[in-house]
């Protein structure tokens, strides 16, 4: 094992603990639930093998779900954040290419870039979530304000994150 990967591990749990301990209580007006975990398939180095990819999102979601209660929906929504994310990767590659072991985040790609990147992926794993959770479309309103109002709560504390990480790293 080599330190990339007993770093990614450790992220792992620290994200896992981070969504089971603190983000599970924290929602806003009942509508706005924070699902910093999905972060952690979003940050992994661009060049993951997307098999090792999907499997590291399957877990991270199945382990979410045994404490949610939830019969498999954060694996699912996870895995095909996970599944996608190398294809969004592909469409929004910079005119330069992606430097070798980094990773997409905001403090080597700047705001604007990270913000296209991970917007809709973070938005496609809530609508999933949110929308297999109601059994389909029948409250499609109120499922939908759930996904805008999540996506924006989830979004702000990812990148105060990002930003907090990046500050003190320089």
Known sequence: MNRETILHSLYF?????AQVMLFRQLVL???AFCFLYVAFILLLPIETNPIIL??????LGFFIDIF?????????????VAYLRNYWLATITPQGGYDAGQGPTLAVNGLQWFMVYSI??????HAVLFFAEAGGFGIFWFTMSKVMTSLLFTMTVILLFQYFSFRRRR
């Open 13 to 17: 749990v620290l994200y896992l603990l």
């Open 120 to 125: 809709p992926l973070v938005f496609v794993h």
């Open 54 to 59: 999907m499997f590291t999102g399957f877990l």
């Open 68 to 80: 949610y209660d939830s019969l498999g929906l954060h694996a699912l929504s996870l895995v095909l």
């Open 29 to 31: 007006f009942d509508t």
